[in-house]
């Protein structure tokens, strides 16, 4: 469930935005000062922020350039263009002046959860039951940890982009070269039959099929 925090010290407010994003079918937290905001961020990362800019504790101002890869929509009686020129340049990804109709908002946080959706999927390539993460260089099949070495890593990658599609060899080690200097063509056959094993101990498929004088395949195989 897209989780959105609010941070606003007006409790009407707060309250009125939980009981119509809550209908949505977005799941709400609240902060009511800065310092609140900061202390719930250090334990969890909700998909998106409403934020005042006149809060207790650390003000909006302050706060924003504490909060990193979360759209934040600044929600505040300022209606000063200075003061939205200034935030929005300073990170913030939309500015609502209040009061606002709340259709127009729910409009933008859907326009913001998407933008933020087609971006973190460029980070994650998926295959069947395989999924890929970039940001965190890590593997999950069927939800499970896959624990790959740098240069396993660099061939799945590979493979995930170019799925279905026979890559040669000396193609894989021009590609991934930059990463896994360390790779040659001896040992490439020993790393993609240790990438396979990995995979089909969580699968019990064969993943990787191997193309004989030509290279390697990603496709599913019983």
């Known amino acids: 469930m897209i989780q959105i925090l609010i941070i606003d010290d007006d409790r009407h407010i707060s309250e009125m ?5 809550t209908a949505e079918g ?3 937290s609240a902060a009511f000062s800065g310092t609140e905001a900061l202390a719930l961020l250090s334990q969890s990362k909700p998909d998106l922020i409403l934020l005042d800019l006149m809060l207790p504790g650390l003000t909006g101002e302050e706060l924003l350039p504490k909060i990193k890869d979360i759209p934040v929509i600044v929600v505040s009686a300022k209606a000063d263009v200075t003061d939205k020129v200034g935030l929005l340049l300073g990170g913030a990804a939309d500015y609502m002046t209040k009061p606002f109709e709340m259709q127009e908002l729910l409009a933008r946080i859907a326009v913001q959860l998407r933008k933020n959706g087609d971006a973190k999927e460029k980070d994650v390539l998926r295959y069947h039951e395989i999924t890929l993460f970039n940001d965190t260089r890590t593997v999950k099949v069927n939800h499970t940890d896959v624990k790959l070495t740098r240069t396993e890593y660099a061939i799945l990658k590979l493979l995930m982009q170019n799925p279905e599609q026979v890559i040669a060899k000396l193609t894989i080690l021009e590609m991934i070269g930059a990463d896994t200097p360390d790779c040659t063509e001896d040992s490439l056959k020993i790393h993609v039959h240790n990438l396979r094993r990995k995979l ?8 990787i099929s191997a193309v004989w004088g030509i290279g390697f ?3 599913e195989k019983s």
């Not at 935005?17 to 994003?21: A, D, V």
């Not at 089909?200 to 993943?207: I, L």
């Open 26 to 28: 977005y799941a709400v």
């Open 217 to 219: 395949m990603l496709a």
């Open 17 to 21: 935005l939980t009981e119509s994003l």
């Open 200 to 207: 089909k101990a969580v699968t019990g498929k064969d993943y």
